[in-house]
Structure formats: structure tokens, C-alpha cells
């Protein structure tokens, strides 16, 4: 292994330590689970409604939407922050914390719905 590759690979874990964190507390506030980085999301008990739940704190996370298929696609804790660490750009991933710990609250929740109608009338 060259120096490069061991810096790459540092890199690559530093930059999936905030989206893991992020999932870790989210989902822990969301279904008071504490999953493996490896462990199938619906194996450790979470169901399609804690994932709607998840995909609407990350959406708060990234101050943007991304399609629910999202969460399912990337059905554990290590390859959805891969994921994020990827599509999130840096001013995104510092934003503030939705409130309680990564569950949305009404505000927030409600911002949201109507940023993403806007946007969908948009499209039309």
C-alpha cells in the first residue's frame, strides 16, 4: 500500500464520519434502534414509515429533496452516508440539525411539503 492510497483512504473515512453520525442519531431518535453500519435497515426492525421519517430528516439534513428511493436503495447505515458523503456538498452537510435530534418537527416538516409543491409545479 502506497502513502497515497492510506491518505486516500483516511480521506474516505473522515468524509463518511458526519453523514454515519447523523444517521446513527436520526435513527435512533426516530426508532430508538442503534444499527450496524452493516445491518439491513428493515432486518433491524425499521419500517417503511420510521424510513419515511428518515428520508424527510435527511432531506431537512441536506436543505434539499432527494427521491425517497433513496433510503431503500441504499438499505443500511454505512451505504446510505457513502452516499450522502457523496451527494452533499460541504455547505449542505454543515447546515444546523433538524430539530430533536434529526426528527423533523411541524415547521420544519410543513417548509418542506411546500418547497417541494412549489418545485413540483415548477416541473409542469
Not at 447523523?22 to 420510521?50: C, K
Not at 452516508?81 to 435530534?101: F, Q, S, V
Not at 420544519?108 to 409545479?121: D, T
Request: glycine share 6%; charged share 30%.
Amino acid at each position: 500500500m502506497t502513502g497515497r492510497s492510506t491518505h486516500d483512504d483516511r480521506a474516505a473515512a473522515a468524509a463518511l464520519e458526519e453523514p454515519r453520525a447523523f444517521l446513527t442519531r436520526t435513527i435512533n431518535a426516530i426508532a430508538g434502534l442503534d444499527i450496524e453500519p452493516d445491518g439491513n435497515f428493515f432486518e433491524a426492525g425499521l419500517g417503511s414509515l420510521e424510513l419515511m421519517r428518515l428520508h424527510e430528516s435527511i432531506c431537512l439534513w441536506l436543505g434539499r429533496e432527494v427521491p425517497v428511493s433513496v433510503v431503500f436503495r441504499h438499505p443500511n447505515l454505512q451505504a446510505l452516508a457513502r452516499y450522502l458523503a457523496a451527494d452533499a456538498p460541504p455547505t449542505a452537510r454543515a447546515a444546523p440539525e433538524p430539530a430533536t435530534a434529526g426528527v423533523a418537527g411541524p415547521e420544519a416538516r410543513r417548509k418542506l411539503r411546500a418547497r417541494i409543491q412549489r418545485r413540483r409545479r415548477e416541473e409542469r
